[in-house]
């Protein structure tokens, strides 16, 4: 390694040493007047001009004193004769950000140029991967496994276990009167009259369940397949549509609205209950 490249490692790690230590003097050292940075946040066009660069970090340094990491994992350096560059990764994030990720990483370009024998910062590139794609592909399999569950606690007749997954200010069209059931008091007196009406086997489950989610809000939809045994020992079988919306909720997902229904025979307006896939 020459002199100019671990002149400048040294001068990155100082760098993210006064961020991790609230430093904002540390922080604005060895860079130019005319420094450009590309940040995470806006604006779209970046930071331009030293004043610019320090109104950015007031926020960030407050956030990073109350819990969040600015860890340097890895750094390249390549210099010149006056001109240079590094590229770094960083964990940065709070400590439940990284429990929950922990290979979450900031990336981190640094352009450098020489003046009067110093190396000075003049323009710095942050930015995290985006991720969104594989979250959500992990969000539709955890709604599919909330939906599991209540199958699963419908045949066990769990009536807690069916309420796990429901937020508390969630709304429910359901099959019968009234126009809509508010609270999950009403959502559980709903499901409690309906296991309790069947004196043996109950089950239901969702005909090709389809999900869709985008950050922290999700839907589902599918037939619903409901079977239960009646007093006289007779197994009824009926079939309905269902919407569900869900919001993610520290500690999983949580069912906001429900929509079930019947589809109407027009020529009589009444429920046409009997109908199959």
Request: charged share 25%; with cysteine.
């Given at each position: ?5 671990q ?15 609230g430093?904002l ?9 005319d ?28 956030w ?14 390549t210099?010149?004769?006056d ?14 950000e ?18 009067g ?7 710095e590139?942050?930015?995290?991967p985006?991720t ?5 592909a ?18 066990a ?23 809509q ?12 009259t ?9 089950g ?9 989610a ?26 309905s ?17 429900q929509?079930v ?17």
């Amino acid at each position: 390694m020459s002199g100019d490249e671990q002149e400048i490692r040294d001068l990155i790690e100082r760098w993210v040493a006064a961020v991790s230590a609230g430093d904002l003097e540390g922080v604005l050292a060895d860079h130019a007047e005319d420094i450009v940075m590309f940040d995470v946040p806006p604006p779209r066009e970046g930071v331009r001009g030293y004043a610019a660069y320090r109104d950015t970090w007031p926020g960030f340094l407050s956030w990073q004193q109350h819990g969040g990491c600015f860890e340097l994992t890895s750094l390249e350096v390549t210099a010149g004769e006056d001109i240079a560059f590094a590229h770094a990764l960083l964990r940065c994030g709070t400590t439940d950000e990284l429990a929950r990720d922990p290979d979450h990483r900031l990336r981190l370009t640094v352009g450098l140029r020489k003046e009067g024998g110093r190396w000075l910062v003049s323009h710095e590139h942050h930015s995290f991967p985006d991720t969104a794609g594989e979250r959500d592909a992990a969000a539709v399999d955890e709604v599919r496994a909330v939906h599991e569950q209540w199958f699963a606690d419908t045949a066990a007749k769990d009536l807690d276990g069916l309420m796990a997954h429901v937020a508390a200010d969630v709304v429910s069209y359901e099959h019968e009167a009234p126009l809509q059931y508010v609270g999950i008091e009403a959502v559980r007196e709903v499901c409690r009259t309906g296991l309790e009406a069947t004196a043996g086997a109950v089950g239901w489950t969702v005909l090709e369940l389809q999900v869709l989610a985008q950050g922290d809000l999700a839907v589902a939809w599918g037939l619903n397949q409901m079977e239960g045994q009646g007093p006289d020992g007779v197994t009824a079988l009926s079939w309905s549509r269902g919407t569900r919306v869900f919001r993610r909720i520290e500690g999983g997902w949580a069912m906001v609205h429900q929509h079930v229904s019947y589809p109407y025979d027009p020529r009589t307006g009444q429920a046409a209950t009997g109908l199959r896939p």
